[in-house]
């Protein structure tokens, strides 16, 4: 969808603030939303596509104003409440008002570092052919999808040239959804910097995007 | 509820904090009661992130690579791979992909849809990668993005952004500095910092240990 995510090549958001000795969290609360969100997620519940579709579909002004675990907040709160783990009035007074749904697995404390370290790979074995070669001329679809894409807004329409083939992994668009996983090949896309960005930039520059087939022809 | 925009701008971000913990502690007891998350893999999975996972795995990686040209090879042909076999695996790294810094061209790594990084060599992302600021504009003027970052790069030298929008994630292999010929692994490894390995900074000297 074109939301408040999409920010590649915005203007207006100031100078970045870099400073070394910043912590990675401000405040408590964003240390137990982190935790939350990962422990949530573990109960297998809802995938990574969905849970990034919960974030960029929170309205564009709230997304653009609010800080990074405030999203997530959100975005669990939401999803909590798609899958029906929770209803509203159980949020608004911190309280088991309703039996709990089933859920995959609870994870433990002594289950933690085993689950991150094994990770989720994404990649998944395909009998299509892929339709693209290194070295391949090829265009980003001018699409808009409606639900969740990762085909940023700038890259739309424009030519770039497929550098390596990661492999077939699942498809975000699809997943999201609930409809599967529906793995794609995907592709590191090169794009100059002046076919997307202007003739005022530099010759030189290039722009890599990771790009399923679907969005690409 | 139509309170909570309003007080965004009324109040003081001290107490904004305050009732979002009253919330998050709200869906915490909730969602322990309800038996779909333990309290104490909370605790583990922060601490987790605090203290064990961070970027001195992805500066052991690096130091490697610059002393072991076997090693470095495969780190660009099979990166995942290559990083495993030092331990580094997981969550947030399970597609891995280094870049090198090269004296025609500089690297840097960005997520413009949300904040994908890879978190099982550098951790959890700093604030200012998050950013709507970075994200935005790392696309459309890296190398006033650079500048800012006070690298300033010959206008032969090319940049090139890497958008991390699939489960791929990025990790720059910069530049060894000159003068660490006979330098030691460990040594090498305290001159690789965080930022020099998203591409916001080079690997110097004087390096710090951010």
């Known amino acids: 969808m074109n939301s408040a ?50 974030r ?16 997530w907040l959100d975005g669990l709160e939401k999803l909590l409440l798609n899958t029906g783990l929770v ?64 085909i940023p807004r700038y890259v ?35 794009f100059k910097a002046r076919e997307i960005w202007g003739a005022e930039h530099s010759a030189k520059d290039l722009i890599f995007v990771d790009m399923w087939e679907p969005y690409l022809e | 509820m139509a309170h909570d925009h309003s007080h965004d701008h009324d109040h003081t971000e001290g107490s904004e904090l305050s009732e979002i913990d009253l919330r998050v502690r709200a869906l915490e007891s909730l969602l322990v009661e309800k038996g779909y998350v333990d309290p104490e893999a909370l605790d583990v999975l922060i601490d987790t992130y ?6 001195r795995n992805g500066a052991a990686v690096v130091a490697k690579a610059w002393s072991d040209p076997e090693y470095k090879q495969w780190l660009l042909d099979d990166a995942s791979a290559a990083i495993a076999s030092l331990g580094f695996t997981g969550r947030q790294g399970e597609h891995m992909v280094v870049v090198e810094n090269t004296e025609a061209a500089h690297n840097l790594v960005v997520c413009t849809l949300c904040s994908c990084y890879p978190w099982s060599v ?59 010929d006979d330098w030691s692994e460990e040594q090498l490894a305290a001159l690789v910092n965080r930022n020099s390995m998203i591409g916001t900074e080079q690997a110097t000297l004087s390096g710090d240990l951010a």
């Open chain 1, 156 to 190: 739309r329409g424009k030519q770039g040239v497929v550098d390596k083939i990661h492999g077939c992994h699942v498809f975000p668009d699809s997943n999201s959804q609930g409809l599967g996983e529906d793995p794609q090949w995907l592709y590191r896309v090169k």
């Open chain 2, 50 to 55: 605090e203290t064990k996972i961070g970027p």
């Open chain 1, 5 to 54: 995510h999409d920010l590649g090549g915005m203007m207006g958001f100031g100078s970045i603030e870099n400073d070394p000795a910043d912590p990675n969290f401000h405040a408590q609360w964003e240390k137990r939303v982190l935790a939350l969100t990962l422990a949530a997620g573990a109960t297998g519940s809802w995938n990574i596509d969905t849970s990034r579709h919960a």
């Open chain 1, 87 to 150: 209803n509203e009035q159980e949020l608004a007074e911190g309280k088991q008002l309703i039996p709990p749904k089933p859920i995959a697995r609870v994870l433990k404390a002594d289950g933690v570092l085993p689950a991150i370290m094994a990770g989720s790979p994404y990649d998944r074995n395909t009998e299509t052919e892929q339709k693209f070669a290194a070295g391949d001329a090829v265009t980003a679809k001018n699409i808009h999808p409606q639900t969740h894409t990762r």
């Open chain 1, 56 to 71: 960029e579909s929170l309205p564009p002004a709230h997304y653009l104003s609010s800080s990074y675990y405030r999203i």
């Open chain 2, 122 to 180: 550098l951790g959890l992302p700093p604030t200012w990668y998050k950013s709507p600021a970075y994200r935005s504009r790392a696309v459309i003027e890296p190398r006033k993005v650079l500048g800012e970052f006070g690298v300033e790069l010959d206008e032969e030298v090319a940049v090139h952004v890497h958008d991390s929008t699939a489960e791929t994630r990025y990790l720059v292999l910069p530049r060894r500095p000159e003068g660490t």
